[in-house]
């Protein structure tokens, strides 16, 4: 919890978000959970288009509500003049300007780095694209699957039947965090210098350093990683167990050791230990489909919770296979107060608090804004008058929710 008298970290920072969808507003949404006042600029017509991916949280987008809380909603249509001056004027008072729009579209509006920081050269500004702002792909659509497709990812999820994605938008995320780590160090150079950042992000890039450990494995045999569902390609026992109960359990075995207090301590299978078909790992993985179905039938004579007691008794790394709704009721999460409540345009709902935990202080987890909600306040601060912001409303230069 919060002290009183902490401030959080980025408090007095003005971060202007020409975003939407996935990548720019995690970015930002961090930004604004350690104190950054974030405006986010919507469209006129809707918003950020993430609003409307769904309505499953009481009617409201889970993306949105995931990415968007703690901001202020300024709408404005910025492809006019009008709309396009306001959003400057915003950009002069911020002290970082994030941008996710389709490849050269800020260029065209004026709102390249270069001409953004000419000016003002301590601004910080951070243009977040597919593939970056060069090359041959600089031009592609790039949405989230389509870069974990580029970028190898697809190549070694799934099993050895058939790839997939990852449940989650990987590429996205990646891009996100990379962004908002660029922003919090461009800002600590430029408590020490005074110099701002021009930062470039890709969704590619964030994707191939993310393939570190497979990608280093093909530069360096000329092998294709293979798929290998919950198991790993060159570990044995390590995959999903089935215990008496139906749950599944997950079984990782780091090294020989660990073999032999699973098949003495938990199985009741000492003989297995000095097996020469089993005693070391590079036997094991030649015959893991005899390992597999060896600790399988062992598993299964166990209750979950009877099952998970031994192998942590035995030093055994072990995690049940959980779906989402056994995450949110994780007894760790709640032992460890990990949720709080978040108001939004339809009530409060329950969100996670994010995982980099300060002793002293606790991210502010703001309302999720309605679109447009913030553009009359944030019009006036620019001195617009009520009748100057209901004029531009009539025009639909902004959209005052």
């Known amino acids: 919890m919060r002290r009183p008298g902490v401030a959080l970290p980025l408090e007095g920072f003005t971060v202007v978000s020409l975003e939407q969808a996935v990548a720019a507003p995690l970015a930002t949404r961090h ?36 990415l968007n809380r703690g901001k202020e ?157 919950l198991s790993h390609p060159v570990i044995a026992p390590y995959d999903a167990y089935p215990a008496a109960d139906g749950t599944e359990v997950l079984i990782g075995i780091q090294n020989d050791r660990g073999w032999v207090r699973l098949v003495t301590d938990v199985l009741g299978r000492p003989e297995l230990a000095v097996d020469p078909e089993f005693a070391t790992n590079v036997a094991r993985v030649r015959n893991r489909a005899q390992v597999d179905a060896i600790v399988a039938a062992g598993t299964k004579a166990f209750p979950a919770d009877e099952l998970v007691r031994r192998l942590d008794e035995a030093g055994i790394a072990s995690a049940r296979l959980n779906t989402v709704r056994q995450l949110i009721e994780h007894p760790q999460l709640s032992e460890r107060d990990r949720w709080r409540s978040v108001e939004t345009p339809v009530g409060p709902i329950q969100a996670m608090l994010p995982p980099t935990t300060f002793a002293d202080t606790e991210a502010s987890m703001g309302p999720v804004p309605a679109h447009g909600q913030h553009t009359a306040a944030v019009l006036a601060e620019l001195g617009c008058g009520e009748a100057e912001i209901a004029g531009l409303s009539e025009r639909g230069v902004v959209f005052t929710g």
Not at 52 to 66: L, P, Q
Request: a negative charge; aromatic letters at 6%.
């Open 31 to 66: 930004l604004a959970d350690l104190g950054a006042r974030v405006l986010k600029i919507e469209r006129v017509d809707g918003g950020d288009f993430a609003r409307a991916y769904d309505s499953s949280v009481r009617g409201m987008g889970s993306h949105f509500v995931w």
């Open 73 to 229: 909603s300024v709408s404005l249509d910025v492809k006019s003049a009008e709309g396009l001056a306001l959003l400057r004027a915003l950009i002069e008072r911020a002290d970082v300007f994030v941008q996710n729009l389709a490849p050269g579209a800020a260029a065209r509006l004026g709102l390249s780095a270069a001409q953004l920081r000419a000016g003002r050269p301590e601004l910080v500004v951070v243009d977040m694209s597919g593939y970056g702002s060069s090359g041959p792909y600089r031009d592609r659509k790039a949405y989230d699957l389509l870069v974990q497709s580029e970028g190898g990812l697809v190549s070694i999820t799934g099993t050895p039947e058939a790839p997939a994605k990852t449940g989650i938008p990987t590429a996205d995320i990646g891009a996100g965090m990379y962004a908002y780590s660029g922003v919090l160090a461009a800002l600590v150079r430029r408590g020490r210098t005074g110099e701002g950042a021009h930062i470039e992000v890709s969704m590619l890039d964030a994707v191939a350093e993310w393939m570190g450990h497979p990608l280093y494995l093909a530069a360096h045999t000329g092998e294709q990683p293979p798929r290998a569902g």
